[in-house]
C-alpha cells in the first residue's frame, strides 16, 4: 500500500512503538522510539542485502523520496 503525506504527518512525532511501512521500490520509512521518522532504501551491493537511510521526514518529503 503506498504511503501518503497525511499518514506520514500522523507517524511523525510521536513515541509509541517501533513501526515500518513499506511505500513502493524498495522504498520504506521507519520511525523509531523517540518519533523520528526516517526514510530507508533497500537494495544488494556485492550480492548482498543493505539497507541505506536517507533523511528524516520533514526534511524529505514523499515526492522527493520518490
Given at each position: 500500500?503506498?504511503?501518503?503525506?497525511?499518514?506520514?504527518?500522523?507517524l511523525?512525532?510521536?513515541?509509541d512503538?517501533?513501526?515500518?511501512?513499506?511505500h513502493?521500490?524498495s522504498?520504506?520509512?521507519?520511525?523509531?522510539?523517540?518519533?523520528?521518522?526516517?526514510?530507508?532504501?533497500?537494495?544488494?551491493?556485492?550480492?548482498?542485502?543493505?539497507i541505506?537511510?536517507?533523511?528524516?521526514?520533514?526534511?524529505?518529503?514523499?515526492?522527493?523520496?520518490?
Amino acid at each position: 500500500m503506498a504511503l501518503t503525506d497525511a499518514k506520514l504527518r500522523k507517524l511523525a512525532n510521536k513515541t509509541d512503538d517501533l513501526i515500518t511501512l513499506s511505500h513502493r521500490d524498495s522504498l520504506r520509512v521507519k520511525r523509531n522510539k523517540n518519533g523520528c521518522v526516517i526514510w530507508q532504501y533497500r537494495c544488494q551491493y556485492l550480492s548482498k542485502p543493505v539497507i541505506m537511510s536517507l533523511r528524516y521526514y520533514p526534511e524529505l518529503l514523499l515526492a522527493g523520496a520518490r
